[in-house]
């Protein structure tokens, strides 16, 4: 679910987005929110992304961090302009093991090459579990 206040163009740049990233959908990654610089994105837990003490495994928290920074931008850039992540700095605070994880980005600083998001994510009481600062630069 995209806001309304995104227009057609980038609404359909989202949704072009969500549909071509194979890595997305064998995830199972799913949008909950696009706004101008903020991004919603849920992944349920399954067997398959747990490592073998039974917790969701690091790599897949952090591909759902990488995804929901990279749909925040998503709005903010021109038609031609791309992006990629420079750098992604995790911080683990809690596992999670059952339910699903939410991830909340939001772009911090927007440059004219680099752009700095923050996220975080919670399990599915809401409890924070992970927090996350990245940089990408316009390619």
């Known amino acids: 679910m995209t806001e309304t206040t995104l227009s057609s163009t980038q609404q359909r740049r989202i949704q072009k987005a969500l549909s071509t990233v194979p890595y997305i959908q064998l995830l199972g990654i799913e949008l909950e929110h696009v706004g101008m610089g903020t991004a919603t994105l ?13 917790v969701v495994h690091g790599g897949a928290v952090a591909s759902l961090i990488d995804s929901a920074t990279a749909f925040a931008i998503i709005p903010l850039l021109a038609a ?51 927090t996350a600062l990245s940089t990408y630069i316009k390619i």
């Open 42 to 54: 849920v992944m349920l837990i399954r067997k398959d992304l747990t490592q073998n003490h039974g």
């Open 80 to 130: 031609k302009e791309r992006v990629t992540t420079v750098d992604l700095t995790i911080t683990y605070l809690r596992p999670v093991s059952s339910g699903q994880m939410k991830a909340v980005a939001k772009v911090i600083r927007a440059g004219r090459r680099l752009i700095a998001v923050s996220a975080e994510v919670f399990n599915s009481d809401g409890t924070l579990t992970t």
